[in-house]
């Protein structure tokens, strides 16, 4: 065999060990990035706020999968029970929610939208979730669920921030002026129930301003919505209207003496009232006007609650003038 032969051999041989090594060497390789990327994709799902699940109903109710596991939110037992009886794991689901979530395994809601409920972490706290579900059929029939849930309890915080401050006055944490019409338009126009509107007024803000500074004039209203504020409930609403004006909405099963034991209330403790660090009493005029009836009266009852407070600051008025001429 002559040299030529020997080298093409020994060269072929040299390739095909190097393609070997090469092949091993590459297949390792990949099998490593596999094993990163599997690896990080768990480290996702365990961190992830979603959960990805697949249910069975049948031939009998269990998790097919569950991602994160329930381990993972609540211990290795709960991890293996939930999954040997589910029924352990729906029963962790919020009692006012509960029949809605049947009827999600039941087939009797609207799929197309998502379904938002509370689950009871191991603290015993709930966490607010929105699934979206898209059942499996056979036959015409729901054998399965399949969907995702992702706690939504920042986004709750922040609906329930905002629509505080779209709600409330800032100044004195009061409802403002908008929700007040807002009540005004839903019992004048879809509720009808015995109502009532008081209005308040503080007769001596610009005194107060003038003397003392806005401040000052800042604490006035602050103590005068926190003394209106004691009678709040269910079914007495007070707001703040802007400046120096506030209101009380009355609704509910409240007779016209309840509304004026109420309005004496209020009277009584705001006369008894003083802010030592200005040395001011409050002094409000008050006026209020009541109907058994609120459909298309709150336009009408506020006008004349409107009229019944100034009739009590003028009243006022001119008995500080007689008993300061006499």
């Not at 979730?129 to 059942?135: A, I, L, S």
């Not at 006007?289 to 100034?310: C, G, H, P, T, V």
């Amino acid at each position: 065999m002559n040299t030529f032969v020997l080298s093409f051999i020994a060269g072929g041989v040299v390739g095909v060990i190097g393609f070997g090594i090469y092949h091993y060497y590459d297949k390792n390789k990949k099998r490593k990035q596999k094993m990163e990327e599997d690896k990080r994709f768990s480290g996702l799902v365990a961190s992830s706020k979603d959960i990805i699940y697949y249910f069975e109903k049948v031939p009998g109710f269990r998790f097919r999968y569950m991602l994160p596991s329930l381990e993972h939110f609540y211990g290795e037992e709960m991890g293996r029970d939930g999954f040997v009886d589910p029924k352990k794991y729906f029963y962790l689901v919020h009692p006012d929610d509960l029949d809605m979530f049947w009827k999600k395994i039941h087939g009797e809601v609207d799929y197309s939208k998502p379904i938002i409920y509370r689950i009871r972490n191991r603290e015993g706290k709930y966490n607010t979730y929105e699934e979206y579900t898209t059942p499996v059929y056979k036959d015409g029939e729901i054998i399965a669920l399949q969907g995702i849930l992702r706690n939504i309890n920042e986004k709750i915080k922040l609906q329930n921030e905002l629509e505080y401050r779209i709600n409330h006055d800032d100044l004195t944490g009061l409802f403002n002026r908008g929700y007040f019409e807002k009540q005004l338009d839903k019992y004048a126009n879809e509720m009808n129930t015995p109502v009532a509107i008081v209005i308040c007024d503080l007769d001596d803000l610009k005194y107060v301003n003038d003397s003392f500074g806005h401040k000052a004039g800042d604490l006035l209203i602050k103590t005068t919505a926190s003394i209106l504020k004691e009678f709040s409930s269910d079914t007495v609403i007070p707001s703040r209207l802007g400046g120096d004006e506030f209101a009380l909405l009355i609704v509910g099963n409240s007779s016209l003496d309840d509304v004026e034991s109420l309005v004496g209330s209020i009277e009584n403790k705001v006369n008894t009232y003083r802010i030592d660090s200005i040395s001011q009493s409050i002094k409000l005029s008050i006026g209020f006007a009541y109907s058994n009836d609120s459909l298309n009266e709150m336009d009408r009852l506020f006008i004349e609650a409107d009229k019944n407070m100034y009739k009590n600051k003028k009243q006022k008025k001119s008995r500080t003038l007689l008993a300061v001429e006499g």
